[in-house]
């Protein structure tokens, strides 16, 4: 087996809702050989793996994989099983995966995964597997199992981040990972806030430098009279006396700059321990502080948006002792609690055995290896962060108003809107001032204590961040999605044109480009998810209004969670034979994907008339709304009948039906680019996007507005058969691209009054065959004479290839005399233009927008230019 190919979608996607990876293998002449064929595979693969056991497998019985090895199945299988069993003795709970066939020893595998490096780490293991039992070369699973763990550690959300992440979600607000970063981002656009753990949006990066550097932090502290521990700054060995002396013992030794505790040292109690601690510390930091040692126990207060949330009491971990057990094994023992983990990924973190520790129990009279008697507390650290071993108890409702006065006095002495406040008090329900102190302030506080105490009430503290983040009013941008086989770019852009006359700043993605309130910011063909996800990440955006294509979706998913407006304007035959999709039912499960993602409150709109589009109605789950230009059919209809809005054509009118009322906006004559109603793909286009702005609730004054604004030039809607009169010669373009498009310009125009209708001519390279000499021959039937030309993207086909398959395709409605192969298509358009007359229609189906607009103004310059040269 040879992994050949891997697809990682980070969210919905054509094979799952899930996020999924699809990893394309060759099985290398085994595609046809049973497992049971394979010696001594079955038992040595379940052995190795014992999780496959759990497997129930399509069969829905217990053990249901392992019998359909021992029957016979095959490695696509067996590879799909193995991934998904890994990752669930990692503790990822996950089931989902499939296998399919592609061409003989090509297959696909799609499966679930959670963490993404970790999950292609996972298949590569797998794959080594599989061929280590085929070839009976063994490998060393376990080795390579902590390789994965190490793996899957550093992609592990924090207890924090987590928590934040769960709470945008109750919201509804999607997350975004900011590059492999532990950065995030929640909401889109205008509503995204950037967090990083408790690092939130509006938190100010001076506050948390301040925050960082314990001494300045002190000094800003006594600046604004709030207590804290009297202390000093250390340079060398008689400093340290010097001070130690004048403070007077105990005294405390900690970094200048540090977090979690670490380094920090406390009750030294005289010359010779402090001696002995500057050593060992001074070895690993530079910048050390001295500081008086407050008895009294330690509490956190959380202070969010400068308000209380939480307050914990923390606890130095301890041992207690049964008589019979070693330190060391009482440690092993509590680090047994499924709750403590290595690091910040569960509720507790597990004790490490390490100098500070042992001197901890050394100052006590122990050694890692004594038996405390039965009952005796052995204190295993000084400190009590979490991040050591500590654990809480909550206190939230015991801290006097006094105390939650001055730590409030603290953030905001050091501008930080999220931190914890490190006090030392005998009792928290005690006014600080006589009687205790202000440890530290600290930037980015970890919250699993307020959410997971060992002992009291829990607060959602990562509630109350993602509320303070967006003033008390979580929200998002609407997103509005468009897909569809033609019309889905005049769509989009309907649609975000109107949005624009609302006042929205519209970040929209189409084949055009990217643009952010009327901005270009990238030119191209920009449907797939990063160029979404340029939108969804940009802070100017008020709303999103995204194409969204075909092969966008099948090699990366959708760029967002889900939409408030999914939109199909149809779904005819284009792109078959290519990435897999060969037949329409494969192409509409595609296109499904965009009204599947639909918020349940949000709609899906769908074109009636269209019988794929109908055909996907019952993957639906949120509200519909239908259009149809055949008016108020039985369809349409029942629509209502369920509470929902229609929009039609009835009679010549535009109707919207919503709450049971009926709305005749305007006459299609009326619409700007239904060219006085004779484009009438125009019309239907008008209708898919007038639906989706019923959807989002838009006034229809405004709508009616658009209609009659948005026309058919470079202005509003650039390539989308534009007119151009060059010296009587009228000169359509238009992005036509399969034989639908091509159809519903030719059969458009055939009113407008020309001498000879030329087609200049093209198909992307990525067709089949078939598709192409099928255009070439629909063209050669209504074409006077044509020009055709190829696109300079040749898409996987050679040179003249294409070319020659339309004229295959002509040549069967066509003279040969009237056809002419130019392949660039701008020499191709100068060739049509020599060779036509006043009167003469030109239809020019272009691949290079912005090369034929070049093009033509320069040649009616150079007709104005002669005219008045002329006149003159």
Request: aromatic residues 8%; hydrophobic residues 40%; charged residues 30%.
């Amino acid at each position: 087996m040879k992994i050949i190919n891997e697809r990682i979608f980070k969210g919905k996607n054509i094979y799952s809702h899930k996020k999924s990876i699809r990893i394309d293998v060759d099985l290398e002449g085994y595609a046809e050989i049973p497992t049971k064929d394979i010696p001594d595979f079955n038992y040595n693969l379940t052995k190795m793996i014992p999780e496959l056991y759990k497997h129930r497998c399509g069969i829905d019985e217990e053990h249901g994989f392992v019998k359909r090895l021992n029957e016979g199945t095959y490695l696509a299988h067996v590879f799909e099983h193995t991934i998904i069993a890994i990752q669930n003795m990692l503790g990822i709970d996950l089931a989902y995966g499939k296998a399919r066939e592609i061409a003989g020893d090509r297959y696909y595998i799609i499966f679930q995964y959670e963490y993404e490096k970790t999950a292609v780490a996972i298949s590569k293991l797998a794959e080594q597997i599989i061929n280590s039992l085929i070839n009976r070369n063994p490998i060393d699973f376990k080795v390579r199992l902590e390789y994965i763990k190490k793996l899957m550690k550093q992609e592990t959300l924090g207890a924090s981040t987590k928590a934040i992440c769960e709470a945008a979600k109750k919201y509804g607000l999607p997350i975004l990972r900011l590059g492999n970063s532990n950065v995030y981002q929640m909401g889109y656009g205008k509503c995204g806030r950037i967090f990083g753990a408790t690092v939130g949006h509006n938190t100010r990066c001076i506050a948390t430098d301040i925050a960082c550097d314990k001494e300045l932090t002190k000094n800003i502290l006594e600046a604004h009279f709030i207590p804290v521990a009297e202390g000093r700054k250390i340079y060398n060995t008689i400093n340290l006396l010097k001070e130690a002396d004048l403070i007077g013992y105990p005294v405390v030794l900690k970094p200048q700059y540090g977090s979690k505790g670490e380094g920090v040292i406390l009750n030294i109690k005289n010359k010779e321990e402090l001696l002995s601690s500057y050593r060992t510390l001074s070895e690993q930091y530079k910048d050390i502080i001295l500081e008086k040692y407050i008895k009294g126990d330690d509490y956190r207060i959380c202070i969010v948006d400068y308000k209380v949330v939480a307050v914990s009491l923390r606890i130095p971990p301890n041992v207690i002792g049964d008589g019979t057990k070693s330190i060391k094994e009482l440690i092993r023992e509590l680090n047994s609690d499924p709750r403590r983990g290595e690091d910040h990924e569960n509720i507790l973190t597990k004790i490490k055995i390490d100098e500070v520790l042992l001197n901890c129990l050394k100052l006590q009279g122990f050694s890692i290896d004594s038996i405390p008697v039965n009952g005796q507390v052995v204190k295993l650290r000084e400190n009590a962060n979490l991040s050591t071993g500590g654990c809480s108890e909550d206190y939230t409702s015991e801290i006097c108003e006094e105390n939650k006065d001055i730590c409030i006095r603290a953030a905001k002495a050091i501008g930080l809107d999220i931190c914890g406040v490190d006090i030392c008090i005998d009792d928290i329900r005690k006014p600080l001032y006589g009687n205790g102190v202000v440890m530290e302030v600290n930037a980015a506080p970890g919250i699993r204590m307020h959410h997971y105490p060992c002992k009291g009430e829990a607060h959602d503290v990562a509630d109350e961040i993602v509320k303070a983040m967006y003033n008390g009013k979580p929200k998002n941008i609407p997103l509005i999605s468009v897909t569809g086989t033609n019309g889905k770019t005049t769509t989009t852009r309907f649609i975000a044109y109107v949005m624009k006359l609302i006042g929205y700043k519209v970040g929209m993605t189409s084949t055009g480009g990217i643009y952010v309130d009327g901005k270009c910011i990238d030119l191209g063909d920009d449907t797939g998810a990063e160029s979404a996800r340029a939108i969804l990440l940009n802070p100017d955006v008020d709303i999103a209004v995204l194409e969204t294509a075909r092969g966008g979706m099948i090699k990366r998913g959708l760029a967002y969670d889900e939409a408030d407006i999914g939109v199909i304007t149809n779904i005819t035959e284009d792109h078959l034979g290519i990435d897999g999709i060969n037949d329409l039912e494969e192409l509409s499960k595609v296109k499904a994907l965009v009204v599947e993602a639909v918020k349940k409150d949000g709609y899906a709109v769908i074109n009636a008339d269209d019988k794929w589009s109908v055909h996907i109605l019952d993957r639906i789950k949120a509200r519909k709304i239908l259009f149809s230009m055949k008016g108020f059919s039985e369809l349409l209809r029942s629509n209502v009948e369920d509470g929902n809005p229609v929009v039609y054509l009835e009679e010549g009118k535009i109707i919207v039906y919503n709450n049971f009322k009926k709305y005749i906006l305007c006459d299609e004559k009326d619409v700007a680019i239904g060219l006085e109603g004779k484009l009438k793909y125009n019309i239907e286009n008008a209708l898919a996007a007038i639906a989706a702005l019923v959807g989002v609730k838009v006034d229809y004054c405004i709508i009616v507005k658009a209609l009659k604004e948005f026309s058919l030039n470079e202005e509003f809607n650039p390539g989308r058969f534009n007119q151009y009169d060059l010296d009587g010669v009228n000169v359509v373009l238009d992005y036509g691209h399969n034989i639908n498009g091509y159809r519903a310009v030719i059969e458009s125009v055939k009113d407008m009054g020309f001498n000879k209708l030329i087609g200049v001519i093209g198909v992307p390279g990525d067709r089949t065959d078939s598709s192409i000499i099928k255009i070439g021959e629909f063209c050669g039937d209504r074409f006077n004479s044509i020009v055709i030309k190829e696109d300079m993207d040749k898409r996987g086909r050679k040179d003249n290839e294409v070319a020659e398959l339309l004229r295959k395709g002509v040549l069967k409605k066509a003279n040969s005399k009237h056809i002419n192969v130019v392949l660039d298509e701008v020499e191709a358009l100068d060739f049509a233009l020599k060779n036509a007359n006043k009167g003469d229609l030109i239809i020019i189906f272009f691949e290079d927008y912005n090369r034929i607009i070049t093009y033509i103004k320069k040649k009616k310059s150079y007709i104005e230019s002669m005219k008045k040269a002329i006149e003159s």
